[in-house]
Nanobody, 127 residues
């Protein structure tokens, strides 16, 4: 059973930085083929994609975070990271990592294609 556990959330002031991590267990050597993504959901809003990274570590970002966030993965440790800088109040949300086990299309941060989700970690940015 594949499990995803996020960590690293917290409260920061605008302009600050946070680094989120996601540990994937139960996947064995399959992790390296997964399309992995970060998503977020603010109260009263739909879940939105933040960034995704494919098996070749090619990243894709939402326009709202391009240039501020960096997604990365470590296939040896089955982990996914999101380095967030220049944080804004509008980045406040519950942030989730997710895995697409058998990606058949380019790896994009689109929620409908992902198979397994973590429980989320809260990011709060005060202005």
């Amino acid at each position: 059973q594949v499990q995803l556990v996020e960590s690293g959330g917290g409260s920061v002031q605008a302009g600050g930085s946070l680094r989120l991590s996601c540990v994937v267990s139960g996947s064995g050597y399959s992790y390296s083929r997964y399309c992995m993504g970060w998503f977020r959901q603010a109260p009263g809003k739909e879940r939105e994609g933040v960034a995704a990274i494919d098996s070749a570590s090619t990243p894709t970002y939402a326009d709202s975070v391009e240039g501020r966030f960096t997604i990365s993965r470590d296939n040896a440790k089955n982990t996914l990271n999101l380095q967030m800088t220049s944080l804004k109040a509008e980045d406040t949300a519950l942030h989730y990592c997710a895995a697409e086990f058998w990606p058949s299309a380019p790896c994009r941060p689109l929620p409908r294609g992902f198979d397994k989700w973590g429980q989320g970690t809260q990011v709060t940015v005060s202005s």
